[in-house]
């Protein structure tokens, strides 16, 4: 398992996207690493917004891969999902439940323009009072 030294002076590399570390949290005894990135809405409107994406993901999936010299994704014991070389899309436009890095993702849309992007197995927990409190999110 990564120390938050090395998490944080990397960026993990998620839906075609680079997220920052941000922080550990613990939920349900579990701990959990929160990435985060703000981004405008879209380039065309004539006043943009911010949107502001934070991953959360179990600590001990989080993997440095040496060969790119980022953060990456692996499954608790399983072998890395081959990395799929995705073009980076208008988060407005993502749907709400895909799979990358062989994980599948549940992304939900907050107040305020916020979008969180959990693993689908780890939501309902994530969501829950006590996840959205640990997470610093309104219940």
Same mark, same amino acid.
């Given at each position: +398992? !990564?120390?938050?030294?090395? #998490?944080? %002076?990397?960026? =993990?590399? $998620?839906?075609?996207?680079? $997220?920052?570390?941000?922080?550990? %949290?613990?939920?349900?005894?579990?701990?959990?690493? %929160?990435?985060?990135?703000?981004?405008?809405?879209?380039?065309?409107? @004539?006043?943009?917004? !911010? &949107?502001? +994406?934070? &991953? &959360?993901?179990? #600590?001990?999936?989080?993997?440095?891969?040496?060969?790119?010299?980022? @953060?990456?994704?692996?499954?608790?014991?399983?072998? *890395?999902?081959?990395?799929?070389?995705?073009?980076?899309?208008?988060? +407005? =436009?993502?749907?709400?439940? $895909?799979?990358?890095?062989?994980?599948?993702?549940?992304?939900?849309?907050?107040?305020?323009?916020?979008? #969180?992007?959990? /693993?689908?197995? $780890?939501?309902?927990?994530?969501?829950? /009072?006590?996840?959205?409190? *640990? #997470?610093? !999110?309104?219940?």
């Amino acid at each position: +398992m !990564l120390d938050e030294a090395t #998490l944080s %002076v990397n960026v =993990l590399q $998620f839906a075609g996207k680079s $997220f920052d570390f941000d922080r550990v %949290v613990e939920v349900g005894g579990t701990a959990f690493a %929160v990435f985060g990135r703000t981004e405008t809405e879209t380039e065309a409107k @004539l006043r943009p917004e !911010l &949107v502001r +994406m934070r &991953v &959360v993901v179990p #600590l001990e999936w989080v993997v440095y891969d040496e060969a790119s010299d980022t @953060l990456g994704l692996v499954r608790g014991g399983g072998a *890395a999902a081959p990395r799929q070389r995705r073009a980076a899309g208008t988060t +407005m =436009l993502e749907p709400e439940e $895909f799979r990358d890095q062989g994980i599948d993702w549940r992304r939900t849309s907050l107040p305020d323009l916020h979008r #969180l992007y959990v /693993p689908r197995e $780890f939501a309902e927990r994530l969501l829950s /009072p006590e996840g959205r409190a *640990a #997470l610093g !999110l309104p219940p």
